[in-house]
């Protein structure tokens, strides 16, 4: 059985992971309306990725008999100034789920939960993925530094995520 505290910061990251899933929708729909596909294909791809994740910690509450506590989530931004704009933001919103992710590895070893300490480490793994990702596509941006044949390079780069 969850003790409630853990129980409580787990349902807050389910709202952080279903929220980040929302956030790169309206990522996807920035740049479909920018005519950049590859990029939206990206963001598409990333949005479905962090419905997982929350799914993941959603079972694992009802696995060790804890009640899931789905809360509101926020309308994310919708407007940017460029494709470095949004992946920047997309940069600083992993590093806020790392933090989370951390202070929930550190919550779960205070209160000597093992079991939710091994679960998460998971999650710690796929954070250094998650910034690495979008940290390589930021340097790729400021190289580009906006200049229309890159964009276009690149957007048709990202367009190839998932057919690996």
Same mark, same amino acid.
């Given at each position: 059985?969850?003790?409630s ?6 349902n807050?990251? +389910? ?6 899933? !929302? +956030? !790169?929708?309206? &990522?996807?729909? !920035?740049?479909? $309306?920018a $005519? ?11 949005s ?6 929350? &799914?993941?910690?959603?079972? !694992? +509450? ?10 509101g989530?926020d309308?994310?931004? #919708?407007?940017? =100034?460029?494709?470095?704009? *949004? ?8 590093? #806020?789920?790392? /933090?989370?992710?951390?202070?929930l590895?550190e919550?779960?070893?205070? =209160?000597?939960?093992? @079991? ?8 710690? #793994? ?5 910034? @690495? $990702? /979008?940290?390589? +596509? *930021?340097?790729?941006?400021?190289? /580009?530094? $906006?200049?229309?044949? @890159?964009?276009?390079?690149?957007? #048709? ?8």
């Amino acid at each position: 059985m969850l003790e409630s505290e853990i129980t409580k910061a787990l349902n807050g990251q +389910i709202k952080m992971e279903f929220f980040s899933s !929302y +956030i !790169y929708l309206a &990522m996807a729909a !920035y740049f479909e $309306n920018a $005519n950049l596909p590859g990029f939206g294909h990206w963001m598409h791809l990333q949005s479905r990725e962090e419905t997982e994740h929350g &799914m993941r910690i959603f079972r !694992y +509450i009802i696995e060790r008999g804890g009640a899931v506590d789905l809360q509101g989530l926020d309308t994310p931004p #919708k407007s940017y =100034k460029s494709p470095l704009d *949004v992946f920047e933001a997309a940069l600083a919103h992993e590093r #806020k789920v790392t /933090a989370s992710i951390n202070a929930l590895v550190e919550l779960a070893q205070s =209160k000597k939960d093992h @079991a939710t300490e091994v679960f998460l480490q998971w999650f710690v #793994k796929e954070q250094v993925e998650e910034e @690495a $990702n /979008a940290d390589a +596509i *930021v340097q790729m941006l400021r190289l /580009a530094d $906006n200049t229309p044949g @890159a964009l276009f390079m690149l957007d #048709k780069e990202l367009g190839r995520r998932g057919s690996e």
